[in-house]
């Protein structure tokens, strides 16, 4: 869990944040943190005849997962926040990813009320390349998992274009329907070829660590 939180207050602080004429401290940068876990277990196989290639009748159960976390910035209205320059294009680059994820929310919703869910989903073509965002998104929303998805609005009349949006946005994520599937992988493995692929992962791990270790300190990745 250590490796967890120090994972996400890194990811704070790449997070843009500035004022406009509407927020003080505004949101400048879709915020996500996606973290992979691999995990492996040797299993019994049973009384059963051990599996070809398996020197001790072990058989691998290899699992891969990602865990996402998503904060979206809000769209703007650049004649409320008087946005200009560099606080005009994230604005542009902020709505641009947002209108994206709506497409392909719909196209989402279509499939999973024609089709009745991810079968007819695979089938059809969906807008998951037109934006970062949505690249980043696919495995949340491609059937493969599950996701949860907070809307949230402001209950003052100013933004109630805004908030009229938001609530129709979350009423199409309520009609797509998942089916997650658990990605598994069984093989039957030797306990040289886990020791060999045990010492992989350890020094992987060291290099990306000491790979990461002078970056610390960069300023944050440029907005897409």
């Known amino acids: 869990m250590g490796e967890?939180?120090?994972?996400?207050?890194?990811?704070?602080?790449?997070?843009?944040?500035?004022?406009?004429?509407?927020?003080?401290?505004?949101?400048?940068s879709h915020c996500v943190l996606q973290i992979h876990i691999h995990s492996f277990a040797m299993t019994d196989p049973g009384p059963e005849e051990p599996p070809e290639g398996?020197?001790?009748?072990?058989?691998?159960r290899d699992v891969k997962s990602t865990l996402a976390f998503v904060d979206l910035a809000g769209s703007e209205r650049v004649?409320?926040?008087?946005?200009?320059?560099?606080?005009?294009?994230?604005?542009?680059?902020?709505?641009?990813?947002?209108?994206?994820?709506s497409q392909l929310v719909k196209a989402l919703e279509k499939a999973s009320i024609t089709g009745g869910?991810?079968?007819?989903?695979?089938?059809?073509?969906?807008?998951?390349?037109?934006?970062?965002?949505?690249?980043?998104?696919?495995?949340?929303?491609?059937?493969?998992?599950?996701?949860?998805i907070i809307c949230c609005v402001c209950l003052s009349d100013i933004y109630l274009e805004e908030t009229a949006r938001t609530l129709h946005f979350a009423r199409s994520v309520r009609h797509i329907q998942l089916q997650p599937t658990p990605q598994v992988r069984t093989?039957?493995?030797?306990?040289?070829?886990?020791?060999?692929?045990?010492?992989?992962?350890g020094s992987r791990a060291r290099l990306t660590a000491a790979a990461a270790a002078p970056a610390m300190g960069a300023p944050p990745p440029r907005l897409w």
């Not at 967890?4 to 997070?15: F, G, H, I, K």
């Not at 004649?79 to 680059?93: K, M, V, W």
């Not at 998951?128 to 998992?145: I, N, V």
């Open 54 to 60: 398996s020197e001790s009748g072990s058989v691998g």
């Open 4 to 28: 967890v939180e120090r994972l996400l207050q890194e990811a704070e602080t790449r997070r843009r944040v500035g004022g406009t004429a509407a927020n003080e401290r505004s949101n400048r």
């Open 79 to 101: 004649a409320r926040t008087a946005a200009s320059g560099l606080r005009l294009q994230e604005a542009r680059n902020i709505n641009k990813s947002l209108l994206g994820l």
């Open 117 to 148: 869910g991810g079968a007819a989903a695979q089938q059809q073509h969906l807008p998951y390349r037109d934006t970062k965002l949505t690249q980043l998104l696919q495995p949340s929303l491609s059937g493969a998992g599950r996701t949860v």
């Open 187 to 201: 093989a039957a493995l030797s306990m040289a070829c886990v020791s060999t692929a045990c010492e992989s992962l």
